[in-house]
């Protein structure tokens, strides 16, 4: 289990018997949000039977509703990598024409008559570490200051918890994930 004691956006939500934390990347980019409910009954969040919708998120984790706050965090070191074949998807979806050599048509995004799509595949890939976390191709690292308060909160992540990464000036959510398992 890693540990940092430093400010950080941090807010309780009873809505959802929850604590959120926001720990910025270096450059303030990104950050990565992280959903830790109070009690576990199982081996999932409980989070996953609440209304989380992307609107509820974004009003949770708005910087009017998450303060700095001094925070003592215990994190678990983690890397998830997941890969998906999106052709499957994507034909299902009625994307087929892409697909076949004789029907598909991207001339207009190359001159190559013989081009077409003969697989799509996504691949996700994060990694949470003491030098600070990886998503894909977003490198990022934790700031510190460290200094005493007794206002300080625990968020201490030794049971499932919810992350999202968001992208700060879009307000996008880039990556989204669940943490079963930590150490």
């Known amino acids: 289990m890693m540990r940092q004691d430093a400010k950080f956006p941090y807010v309780k939500i009873p809505e ?3 604590q959120i934390l926001e720990m910025p990347y270096e450059g ?3 950050s990565m ?7 576990i009954l199982d081996d999932s969040t409980g989070l996953e039977r609440k209304l989380l919708t992307y609107e509820k998120i974004m009003e949770w984790t708005s910087p009017e509703k998450m303060p700095l706050t001094d ?3 215990r994190l678990p070191r983690f890397k998830m990598e997941e890969k998906y074949d999106l052709k499957e998807v994507l034909t299902r979806m009625g994307m087929v024409d892409a697909f076949d050599q004789a029907k598909c048509n991207f001339s207009g995004i190359s001159a190559a008559k013989d081009l077409y799509l003969y697989d799509a595949i996504h691949k996700a890939f ?7 976390t990886e998503a894909a191709a977003a490198t990022g690292m934790f700031m510190c200051n460290s200094s005493g308060n007794l206002k300080q909160q625990y968020f201490t992540a030794d049971h499932p918890f919810l992350f ?5 000036s879009s307000m996008n959510i880039l990556f989204a994930g669940r943490f079963c398992s930590p150490e």
């Open 16 to 18: 959802i018997d929850c």
């Open 28 to 30: 303030k980019e990104l």
């Open 33 to 39: 949000l992280i959903f830790l409910p109070r009690e």
């Open 71 to 73: 925070v003592d965090v």
């Open 126 to 132: 994060v990694e949470v570490n003491e030098k600070g």
């Open 164 to 168: 999202f990464i968001r992208h700060n």
